[in-house]
């Protein structure tokens, strides 16, 4: 059997191929034929047989199946018997009627298809429009509906996630604050019942249980036979004691203090306790062993042995003002500027909060006063003078503390070149400060600022290094090199100096062979005698 080659449905006009039989063209509009396999006969698109040759107008070949494919199938699929249909002579000879009849009409159809493809075009042309225009009509109301729908829903659909938004905002917030007011609430409660035990067992006399209350850290610095020395000698002096109403007086999450009031033989009296957060468990800092410790240290001047005591007692019981004080002293006298600038800070904000007043306001006062230094020597110098202005305006402050206020602010004032706000300073620290070294002090630097600091430029000059030694060293050095070359010549160093502004000078050597009225060399140098720095440069 031949292979039924297959029909093509396409457009007259455009030679569009579309998947799907229409009367007309959905590109162009134009009039849609069905090609013959065999023959190439344009047939009209509801057309079975080609009007040409006959033949199935088929759009999808069929399947060849060969024999092997038939055995595939016959493995694959159970075995069936075959029924053969004949089709009856009758369907035979009506069919093979339509065939002649189709034949002549289609002769006659040549003959009238000029005539009648006009006619069809014009119908044709007629239904695209019509087709045309409805959907026009169709599109335009689908395009209301559209409108209408987005007009409408947009607010509606706003309006819901709005409520959406908040409810879940709402939620979450009740969420929140209530979880964080029962962490909150279990933690304060778990600080009491700690303070409530600690104090317990010392009372009691349990002191293995109080030991097992301190913090690690101070377990580091502190042994229990230690502990147990020191608290036995301390409650057998005071005999029998009591405490009551233990309650919270400062709370953060991780420092606490705990107040409570203590009855030691006398009348009872406010007493309070630090306590610090380790590992999620409230304990107790213990540090009264080291504080004997840094003061010896401090007044044998070993400042590095004070620093290490104080970054220890720190980071036992951070909450204590005295710990950060140790360490503003200690950092700010070891000239580490930018570790004193927050520790001296923390050291009276801290004391303005905790409840025992270990510094009264002459302590506090020169805390505030290493701050503000301490920003000066970070560069901050703005911020300095504010607190040094704060410093001056009080009320209560010693003629002392105000004579090195003075001093200090002057100092700032220099470091942004403000030289009257810098003269002012010193002038009043010098009609206040006693005799000593402050006074001596101003005066020389009010001297140095009018222009009177020649000489001590000159001597500095002199001192300022230059090719890796002094340059008065250089200038000897260098003038027996030149002696050495010429016996008879006579050298000599000629230093003149010009004050420039505020404690600048400028010094300039000459070095000259007197005999023969010849200039070897010259050297520039800009002092600062504020700071006590120059620098010197040769001229070519």
Request: proline share 3%.
């Given at each position: ?287 009264w062993n080291i504080f004997e410790d840094i003061d010896n240290a401090i007044n044998s001047r070993d400042i590095s042995k ?235």
């Open positions: 059997m031949s292979e039924l080659k297959p029909s093509k449905i396409r457009c007259k006009k455009c030679g569009y191929e579309p998947n799907i039989i229409t009367d007309v063209c959905i590109k162009c509009g134009g009039e849609i034929i069905k090609i013959c396999g065999n023959c190439g006969y344009e047939n009209s698109v509801e057309k079975i047989y080609c009007d040409s040759c006959g033949a199935l107008l088929a759009l999808t070949p069929h399947k060849k199946i060969d024999i092997e494919d038939k055995k595939d199938t016959a493995t694959k699929e159970t075995p069936k018997k075959t029924k053969i249909e004949f089709e009856p002579i009758t369907d035979t000879m009506s069919r093979e009627d339509s065939y002649r009849k189709r034949m002549e009409e289609s002769k006659e159809k040549k003959e009238m298809e000029p005539g009648i493809e006009k006619i069809n075009n014009v119908k044709k042309e007629a239904q695209i429009i019509q087709k045309y225009t409805g959907n026009k009509e169709e599109q335009r109301k689908d395009t209301q509906k559209d409108t209408s729908t987005t007009v409408l829903n947009p607010p509606e659909k706003n309006r819901k996630r709005f409520l959406i938004i908040i409810s879940v905002s709402i939620i979450v917030s009740l969420i929140f604050s209530y979880v964080f007011f029962i962490r909150q609430s279990i933690s304060k409660y778990q600080l009491l019942f700690r303070a409530r035990g600690y104090l317990t067992a010392l009372k009691n006399k349990d002191y293995e249980k109080a030991y097992s209350y301190l913090s690690n850290n101070s377990k580091t610095l502190v042994n229990f036979v230690d502990f147990l020395k020191v608290s036995e000698d301390y409650y057998s002096k005071i005999g029998d004691w009591d405490f009551k109403d233990v309650k919270i007086y400062y709370f953060d999450e991780n420092n606490s203090v705990i107040s409570y009031k203590l009855k030691e033989g006398g009348e009872w009296r406010d007493d309070y306790l630090n306590f610090i957060k380790e590992y999620n468990i409230w304990t107790r800092p213990y540090v004070a620093l290490f005591l104080s970054q220890k007692l720190y980071l036992i019981d951070p909450l204590d003002p005295r710990a950060s004080g140790y360490l503003c002293w200690s950092e700010y006298f070891m000239g580490l500027y930018d570790k004193s600038v927050e520790s001296c800070r923390r050291t009276f904000e801290i004391s303005q909060i905790y409840p025992i007043k270990y510094y009264n306001d002459e302590d506090l006062f020169w805390y505030r006063f290493s701050y503000a230094d301490s920003l000066k020597f970070t560069n901050r110098v703005e911020e300095a003078i504010k607190v040094f202005d704060y410093l001056l305006s009080q009320p209560d402050v010693s003629i002392k503390s105000k004579c090195s206020s003075f001093i200090a602010r002057a100092d700032s004032y220099s470091k942004i070149k403000k030289y009257d706000s810098t003269l002012a300073d010193l002038q009043s620290a010098f009609s206040i400060c006693p005799d000593g070294v402050e006074k001596k002090e101003a005066q020389n630097r009010i001297n140095m600022l009018n222009g009177l600091g020649c000489n001590d430029s000159i001597k500095l000059f002199k001192r300022c290094n230059f090719e890796g030694q002094k340059f008065e060293n250089y200038i000897l050095t260098f003038i027996k090199d030149l002696k050495s070359r010429d016996k008879k010549a006579n050298y000599n160093l000629n230093i003149n100096c010009n004050h420039l502004e505020g404690p600048y000078y400028e010094v300039e050597g000459i070095l000259k062979n007197s005999k023969k009225n010849q200039i070897i060399s010259i050297y520039k140098g800009k002092i600062n005698l504020w700071e006590r720095s120059g620098e010197i440069i040769k001229e070519d």
